[in-house]
């Protein structure tokens, strides 16, 4: 089973800062990996596909990047709506499809 | 519009059993793969099953094999997940969650579209 980690669990920034946060994995999903954004009361919402493929509808602040074992997600410049949960999935190893702990971006 | 509602959650005590179910629209069911995804309060998300398009092919997370049985209606466009031997670790909201790609006979790749859950307590 591939492990993901995120770091940092949480994130304090204000509205309009870059935040850029992290996911490792335990061995290599080349680029089969999502990020997803997940208010409180709320089910998940897919940003991000294949480690830099927006999906449908998100706006274009967010971005992802990496392969291998290194991931990112950067918010280019928070916006208040953006404060949420962010988790990373694989999909290269099956199964499990397994989901990172998850990062925390609260309001400074 | 995609849409799935969740429905079937409640207080169980352990030992007992539940079936959640999962109603879809606004998309071919039969087409696509389906998933229940759980998070326990204030935890991260867990994949828990998985079922094939057509349902021939079903799949479980190590934790909850043997006691959870996944299952589609795809002439009701419904998604189920009949829950046995309920234990207090199984406590969590349950999403049904539809996979972003379709691929004939693969498992679930992400997960695009999601219900609001429904939430499972098991307590005595």
């Known amino acids: 089973e591939i492990v993901l980690t995120q770091s940092p669990a949480t994130l304090s920034l204000s509205p309009g800062e870059r935040a850029t946060l992290s996911c490792r994995a335990s061995q290599s999903v080349s680029s089969y990996l999502a990020w997803y954004q997940q208010k409180p009361g709320q089910a998940p919402r897919l940003l991000i596909y294949?480690?830099?493929n927006r999906a449908t509808g998100i706006p274009a602040r967010f971005s992802g990047s990496g392969s291998g074992t290194d991931f990112t997600l950067t918010i280019s410049s928070l916006e208040p709506e953006d404060f949420a949960v962010y988790y990373c999935?694989?999909?290269?190893?099956?199964?499990?499809?397994?989901f990172g702990p998850g990062t925390k971006v609260d309001i400074k | 519009e995609v849409q799935l509602l969740e429905s079937g959650g409640g207080l169980v005590q352990p030992g007992g059993s539940l079936r959640l179910s999962c109603a879809a629209s606004g998309f071919t069911f039969s087409s696509y793969a389906m998933s229940w995804v759980r998070q326990a309060p204030g935890k991260g998300l867990e994949w828990v099953s998985a079922?094939?398009?057509?349902?021939?092919?079903?799949y479980y997370a190590d934790s909850v094999k043997g006691r959870f049985t996944i299952s589609r209606d795809n002439a009701k466009n419904s998604l189920y997940l009949q829950i046995d031997s309920l234990r207090a670790e199984d406590t969590a909201v349950y999403y049904c969650?539809?996979?972003?790609?379709?691929?004939?006979?693969?498992?679930?790749?992400?997960?695009?579209?999601w219900g609001q859950g429904t939430l499972v307590t098991v307590s005595s």
């Open positions: 294949d480690a830099s």
């Open positions: 999935q694989q999909r290269s190893n099956w199964p499990p499809r397994t």
């Open positions: 079922i094939s398009g057509s349902g021939g092919s079903t």
């Open positions: 969650a539809k996979a972003f790609t379709m691929v004939r006979g693969a498992p679930p790749d992400y997960f695009d579209y």
